[in-house]
């Protein structure tokens, strides 16, 4: 049990990495979407999709961090659920509507995205907490 306990632990160190990676790009891309809402043009959501893409990038090795973290868990009978749910960012109409309803839809979506990260961050977080909590 205890090599199984380990496993969960560095399973879980390597979520929350890629989780708190995340959030950083998130924060980008958030700040640059406020820089577009507020008389941002064509180059300016450029810039902010890039950060918005690398988001997602980040995003996606989370995601499989913790599809790892939860195989895990199950070794370890802690077994929660953990996932994050990634919404369309608008790309499309961004580009070609952009006008500052679109662009508050977008930051919308990434203010969401931050959000479910948060989330995800302090349930590995607690779990972690837990795991290391496991007396031998």
């Known amino acids: 049990m ?63 961090a913790l599809r790892v973290f939860e195989k895990e868990l199950k070794d370890v009978v802690m077994y929660q659920e953990l996932h994050m749910e990634i919404g369309d960012f608008l790309t499309f109409a961004d580009f070609f509507f952009d006008n500052f309803l679109v662009d508050f839809m977008v930051q919308s979506k990434i203010t969401e995205a931050a959000r479910q990260v948060d989330q995800a961050i302090g349930k590995v977080e607690q779990l972690l907490l837990q795991l290391r909590n496991i007396g031998w």
């Open 2 to 64: 205890e090599k199984e306990v380990q496993e969960a632990i560095s399973a879980g160190e390597r979520a929350l990495s890629c989780l708190q990676e995340a959030a950083k790009e998130l924060a980008k891309a958030r700040n640059w979407g406020m820089v577009d809402i507020f008389g941002g043009g064509l180059l300016i959501s450029i810039i902010k999709h890039a950060k918005i893409n690398n988001a997602s990038s980040r995003m996606d090795a989370a995601r499989n």
